[in-house]
Each structure stands twice: as C-alpha cells, then as structure tokens.
C-alpha cells in the first residue's frame, strides 16, 4: 500500500501542477453549471423577498455536495496517512470551501434571480464565477484530494493518466509549450462570443442556453487560473509568458467592457422593460455593468501580474547565483587539482 502511495506522489510531483489541478477541477465544474438552469423568474423590486429568493433545485445542491464529498474524503484519508495539514495545506482545503461558498452565492442566491432583471447583476455573477471561484477552485488543490479520494487500487492508473494528460498540453516544464496560450485564446473566445446580443438573449430566456454559457466561463476561468496559479518553484522561469497571458487576458476584457459601457444604446433586449422596475434606465444599467466588466477584473489582473513578476524576478536571480555557486566549485576544484610548482634544484 505505502510503495503504491508513494508512486501516486512521484507521478504528481512529475506532471505540471498547473495541468493536474485543471484537469481535477474542470469534471466538478462541468457539473456545477448545469445548477443554473436559468436565472430566477425575472420581477421587479415589488415582492422582492431575500429569503424566499434563495433557490435549493436539485440540480445545483447535488453536484456541489458531490464536489464537496469527493474533495474532503480525500483530504480525509490524506491527513489519515500523512498527518493534518500534510499534502494540502489547511490554507489551500480553506480555499476550495470558499470556491464552494462563491458558487453557492452565484447559483443559489437572490443574486441569481435579480440578475435575470439587471445586466449589471448579470455581469456581477459572471465575475463571481470566472475571477473568484475559479481560482479558489484552483488553489484548493483538487487534484490531490480526488487521487486521494479514490480508492486505493486506482490512484496509481490515475494518477499516471493525469500525469500524461497535463504533460502533453503543458509542454516543457521551462516554458514553450502551446497550452496556455490556447487557453487563453478558448477564454477569450468563450467570454466574447457569450456577449453577443443575440445569444446573450438566448441564454437568458433558454434553460440549456443559459447552462452552457456558465459552463463555458466557468471551465476556462479554471484551466486559465490553473496555468497561472499553480506553478512549481522551477516553474517559475516561465513567468515572463504568464506575464503576456495575463496581460492578454486583462487587455480583451477591457476592451469588450470599454465597448458595453460606450455603446450610444441599449444592446441587449432582455433588459429592456424589466430594468426599469428597479429604478434604472436600461442604458445606465448597461454603462454600469461594462464598468463591472471593465475595472475590477483590470486591478486583478494587475496584481497577479505584480505577483508573477516577482516570482520571475527571484527565479533569475536563484538561477543567477546557482551557476555562480557552480562556476566556483568548479574552479575551486580545478585549482586543486592543478600541480603545483616544480622544486628547483641546486
């Protein structure tokens, strides 16, 4: 049992750790999106109960106490074995409880129901979504709670599937590989596409629309955040192409927030009646969210940019004085062995 566990931890520590939490992460939020089968019935404020707007469907409760159930019996028999705290720290098992919380509040609550009236609650449960849940999904560490949470005789098929899986979209662990980048093109794809009048409107008034839109922000924020998020100390040389991907990623944001919130007119039909009830002119409402879209994902990006450069800046530099460290050794030891003078005779 102990020589099977312990190559399930040699085949994660190989595969990128990027890659492995993405490919653990993404079956649970294939599921979880199904949960929004559509925003809460539209209304105006008149009525408006918060308790009452509070929404248990099947549907979204099942899949997250499934998510749940899976991730903290692995934790369970991980800390069983290697002790509390060991394996996936209290901080990272913290975070995927509030990846869980920030689901719950994006799928259950009243939010989910007000923001089928107002665009800029719309644009709201998207964030919640592709920039809170996402990387806390992420920094859970899914992927060693589900290796764990299986039974023992699959671990090792597993783990050695997921090792394959990640590697062969990963790339070289010093960067170059075509994974991000396709990622990060999928997410731009995902978000621009979803904010075309026409289907936007669909989503809002199809159930199954409405599914797949969620799934698809949901799933590329977690394979985007994976790549950017969880990375090894040796992977860290590689920073300078997350740089560009961030910046990537915060630049086509901006500009689809920048076109919502200049737009001379109402884009999106399903908002135009509804809005005003809540005392809001369908235009203002659609200024306010393309500034929901617009600013705060930009001060995220920013300071996951600011983290990742530092990250870079102290790979060179490690990198720098371990070949210094090196090149001393070596002419230490070439002056060791270099014969000394030969003794004159007289």
Known sequence: MRRRDSRVRAALRRAPASLLAALSAVPACALLPRAALAHGEAHGPAGFDFWSEWSARPGVVIPILIGVAIYYTGIYRLWSRAGAGRGISRLRAASYTLGIATLIAALMSPLDSMSAALFSLHMVQHLLLILVAAPLLVLGAPEVALLWALPAASRRRAGRWENRVARSIAG???????GPLLVVLLATGVLWVWHAPQLYDLAVRNDAVHTAEHAGFLITAVLFWATVLRIRERERLANGARVLYVFAMALQGSILGA???????PLYASHLE??????????????????????????LYIGVTAWLLVGWLDA???????????????????EVAAPGPEPSLR
């Open 316 to 334: 060179i530099g490690a990198r720098r004085a371990a070949r210094e460290r090196r090149t001393g050794r070596e002419r230490q030891a070439g």
């Open 274 to 299: 509804i809005t005003r009830e809540w005392g809001l002119e369908p235009i203002v409402d659609q200024q306010l969210a393309g500034l929901i879209m617009w600013v705060p994902p930009s001060l």
């Open 172 to 178: 070289p662990v010093e960067g170059g590989g075509k």
């Open 259 to 265: 076109l919502i919130t200049f737009a001379s007119r």
